[in-house]
């Protein structure tokens, strides 16, 4: 990142993006993995608890049925929390939204927590549920917390924290899963319920931060509010071309009201905006991430590498995650976004193939079998360069402030459901198209970098006014018009604080 784009990163820009996606992004990510090693645990558990209670184990199918209810139940949560994030950051505020949620993992992990002590698997269920919904939540909140705090140099790059903190969640739930540290039997119900820690550093800190500007001043019209804030969130107190992009905005809005789903998808001026957040969410999980996630073990088991040593060499893709997401976060400012959401789903697309052909000649080629390691390793790189983050930090870019909520519902639940369409369908088409499933996610890749190639245009250091009028002639509507010398916020300095006045007729002044 440049000297000049660290001067406008202050601490208070840093701590909020830290804490927000410390103590709710981090928690999808975990989640995401942290079943996956106390599976057989897990398992003998909901066995010895059928015996207790019906006097006989259960069989196979049952105990599988179970477990994986406890594994897609998270999804399921997942897409309810989407659907409410609309009415909570209308309602909370975006701050507000992430702090009253916090109650749902504290509810969550005590649930799993103490569902071994009192026999009960669905204890263990709902709480998968109810983490499935608080992070349904904060998948769409934090990004859009994040990108209206930020000033428009560095949207970028705090953008991308929250997914850099999600594969950090992964790779600690894997870290915490090796049996040398909570992968043993006894200790399966706290490696669960661990995600309350930084719920709980977040609920203890965050609260002392500000509401997001663009909230306070566009829907609450609290000027007072406004103004504290951005003297918490901007290292110099000149806030005047902040105000004015805000104040232009607002005007442009034909409501101040928040757009409901449906008022979202009828509205013609948005409607190249509405099918990009579409086509880059959906994307982004049909992509094969999950499937490689998936079927990454047996890979590994058929490039020779010893079964006991899977695990270890899983930790090592997690920890490739993070470093993939660091240099995402800290060239996204310098390359924009178009570059790594192409160069993201192109490369994994490639790499899919590269999957379908060393698994087909890995028979007869002994060396395939290592290729194929090599793809699974490019396609989890060339996601979290970009489209692990990128989707979610574009939903905020694209629409103004009174669509933002609905276009984090529809991108948030599209998201949700592919990832749970993805988990049901891949098993069947993996059994009917063998190796050649692979190019299905390839082909998917290939559509999405050519419609961000084709259709979406840069945002690098563009105000959300900026963008909505690059997609104005796409749309057919009209461009805003720049405001009136009776629109223009003056400045005025007056003991070195300041407040929003009526300046007369029309005008608005700024005064410090």
């Given at each position: 990142?440049?000297?000049?784009?660290?001067?406008?990163?202050?601490?208070?820009?840093?701590?909020?993006?830290?804490?927000?996606?410390?103590?709710?992004?981090?928690?999808y990510?975990?989640?995401?993995?942290?079943?996956?090693?106390?599976?057989?645990y897990?398992?003998?558990?909901?066995?010895?608890?059928?015996?207790?209670r019906?006097?006989?184990?259960?069989?196979?199918?049952?105990?599988?049925?179970?477990?994986?209810?406890?594994?897609?139940?998270?999804?399921?949560?997942?897409?309810?929390?989407?659907?409410?994030?609309?009415?909570?950051?209308?309602?909370?505020?975006?701050?507000?939204?992430?702090?009253?949620?916090?109650?749902?993992?504290?509810?969550?992990?005590?649930?799993?927590?103490?569902?071994?002590?009192?026999?009960?698997?669905?204890?263990?269920?709902?709480?998968?549920?109810?983490?499935?919904?608080?992070?349904?939540?904060?998948?769409?909140?934090?990004?859009?917390?994040?990108?209206?705090?930020?000033?428009?140099?560095?949207?970028?790059?705090?953008?991308?924290?929250?997914?850099?903190?999600?594969?950090?969640?992964?790779?600690?739930?894997?870290?915490?899963?090796?049996h040398?540290?909570?992968?043993?039997?006894?200790?399966?119900?706290?490696?669960?319920?661990?995600?309350?820690?930084?719920?709980?550093?977040?609920?203890?800190?965050?609260?002392?931060?500000?509401?997001?500007?663009?909230?306070?001043?566009?829907?609450?019209?609290?000027?007072?509010?406004?103004?504290?804030?951005?003297?918490?969130?901007?290292?110099k107190?000149?806030?005047?071309?902040?105000?004015?992009?805000m104040?232009?905005?607002?005007?442009?809005?034909?409501?101040?009201?928040?757009?409901?789903?449906?008022?979202?998808?009828?509205?013609t001026?948005?409607?190249?905006?509405?099918?990009?957040?579409?086509?880059?969410?959906?994307?982004?999980?049909?992509?094969?991430?999950?499937?490689?996630?998936?079927?990454?073990?047996?890979?590994?088991?058929?490039?020779?590498?010893?079964?006991?040593?899977?695990?270890?060499?899983?930790?090592?893709?997690?920890?490739?995650?993070?470093?993939?997401?660091?240099?995402?976060?800290?060239?996204?400012?310098?390359?924009?976004?178009?570059?790594?959401?192409?160069?993201?789903?192109?490369?994994?697309?490639?790499?899919?193939?590269?999957?379908?052909?060393?698994?087909?000649?890995?028979?007869?080629?002994?060396?395939?079998?290592?290729?194929?390691?090599?793809?699974?390793?490019?396609?989890?790189?060339?996601?979290?360069?970009?489209?692990?983050?990128?989707?979610?930090?574009?939903?905020?870019?694209?629409?103004?402030?009174?669509?933002?909520?609905?276009?984090?519902?529809?991108?948030?639940?599209?998201?949700?459901?592919?990832?749970?369409?993805?988990?049901?369908?891949?098993?069947?088409?993996q059994?009917?198209?063998?190796?050649?499933?692979?190019l299905?996610?390839?082909?998917?890749?290939?559509?999405?970098?050519?419609?961000?190639?084709?259709?979406?245009?840069?945002?690098?250091?563009?105000?959300?006014?900026?963008?909505?009028?690059?997609?104005?002639p796409?749309?057919?509507a009209?461009?805003?018009?720049?405001?009136?010398?009776?629109?223009?916020l003056?400045?005025?300095?007056?003991?070195?604080?300041?407040?929003?006045?009526?300046?007369?007729?029309?005008?608005?002044?700024?005064?410090?």
């Amino acid at each position: 990142m440049s000297p000049f784009l660290l001067q406008h990163l202050t601490s208070s820009l840093l701590a909020v993006a830290f804490l927000s996606s410390f103590g709710s992004s981090m928690l999808y990510g975990y989640n995401l993995a942290v079943v996956n090693s106390p599976a057989n645990y897990i398992k003998a558990f909901y066995n010895r608890t059928f015996v207790s209670r019906n006097g006989g184990g259960a069989s196979e199918e049952t105990l599988t049925l179970m477990y994986s209810l406890t594994v897609s139940v998270f999804a399921i949560g997942g897409l309810l929390g989407s659907l409410m994030v609309g009415m909570l950051v209308t309602k909370f505020g975006r701050k507000g939204t992430l702090v009253n949620s916090t109650v749902l993992v504290f509810v969550a992990g005590t649930l799993m927590g103490f569902s071994r002590t009192c026999g009960s698997p669905e204890m263990v269920i709902i709480g998968r549920f109810i983490t499935g919904i608080h992070s349904g939540i904060s998948l769409s909140v934090v990004p859009m917390y994040l990108g209206e705090i930020a000033p428009k140099n560095l949207r970028g790059f705090l953008g991308l924290m929250p997914s850099i903190f999600i594969c950090i969640g992964v790779f600690i739930a894997q870290i915490l899963g090796l049996h040398e540290m909570l992968g043993k039997e006894e200790h399966w119900p706290l490696f669960l319920s661990l995600a309350v820690v930084p719920t709980f550093i977040q609920l203890m800190l965050l609260p002392w931060f500000p509401e997001s500007p663009r909230y306070l001043l566009i829907e609450k019209h609290n000027t007072h509010a406004t103004i504290t804030a951005l003297r918490w969130y901007r290292a110099k107190c000149n806030i005047q071309s902040e105000v004015e992009e805000m104040q232009e905005e607002q005007r442009s809005l034909s409501t101040v009201d928040t757009v409901t789903v449906r008022g979202l998808l009828t509205d013609t001026s948005v409607r190249w905006q509405v099918l990009s957040v579409v086509v880059v969410n959906i994307g982004m999980q049909l992509s094969g991430i999950d499937a490689i996630w998936f079927y990454t073990n047996t890979i590994f088991e058929n490039a020779g590498i010893p079964i006991p040593q899977i695990q270890y060499t899983t930790v090592g893709t997690g920890a490739i995650e993070v470093i993939a997401g660091l240099v995402g976060c800290f060239t996204i400012e310098r390359v924009g976004r178009r570059p790594l959401m192409i160069g993201g789903f192109s490369f994994m697309g490639v790499c899919c193939a590269g999957i379908t052909l060393s698994l087909i000649l890995q028979a007869h080629v002994s060396f395939m079998r290592y290729v194929s390691v090599a793809c699974v390793v490019g396609i989890i790189a060339g996601f979290c360069i970009g489209p692990a983050g990128v989707p979610f930090l574009m939903t905020a870019e694209l629409f103004k402030q009174s669509h933002r909520p609905a276009a984090y519902t529809v991108g948030g639940s599209l998201n949700w459901m592919s990832n749970f369409t993805v988990g049901f369908v891949f098993p069947f088409l993996q059994m009917s198209a063998g190796a050649f499933c692979y190019l299905v996610f390839c082909g998917v890749c290939i559509t999405v970098a050519s419609y961000v190639f084709f259709i979406i245009p840069e945002t690098k250091n563009k105000t959300f006014m900026e963008i909505s009028q690059m997609f104005a002639p796409r749309n057919a509507a009209l461009k805003s018009q720049p405001l009136g010398s009776l629109d223009q916020l003056k400045l005025k300095a007056m003991n070195g604080y300041g407040t929003l006045e009526s300046g007369g007729d029309n005008s608005m002044e700024l005064t410090f």
